[in-house]
Nanobody, 123 residues
């Protein structure tokens, strides 16, 4: 069992930045495609960004392209989401996710979820 622990959420003003981190409990993060989903009340979780296991290919949701950057440090078993130029409609609970490959990550076939971290963007 792998536990994913997110950190870095909080309250930020419109146009501000935050960096989310996701740390794994075991040294196995390099074997998974990793990503970030977000969810608002009453809606499904949507993929925000994903990154492959080894070659670092990335995929982003249309609403965050050019503003968010996903990266990973396999040696530290940590994945990051740098969020710039945040907008009020980015407000959500952000979840770290691990999947066997990028296809499963993008289709919601998730092996492990983090507990979620709240991001709130004020006007």
């Amino acid at each position: 069992q792998v536990q994913l622990v997110e950190s870095g959420g909080g309250l930020v003003q419109d146009g501000g930045s935050l960096r989310l981190s996701c740390a794994a409990s075991k040294r196995t993060l390099s074997t998974y495609a990793m990503g970030w989903y977000r969810q608002t009340p009453g809606k499904e979780r949507d993929l925000v960004a994903g990154i492959t296991r080894s070659d670092g290919d990335t995929k982003y949701g249309d609403s965050v392209k050019g503003r968010f950057t996903i990266s990973r440090e396999n040696g530290k078993d940590t994945v990051y989401l740098q969020m710039n130029n945040l907008k009020p409609n980015d407000t959500a609970v952000y979840y770290c996710a691990a999947a066997m490959n990028m296809e499963r990550l993008t289709t919601g076939v998730i092996a492990y979820w983090g507990q979620g971290t709240q991001v709130t963007v004020s006007t």
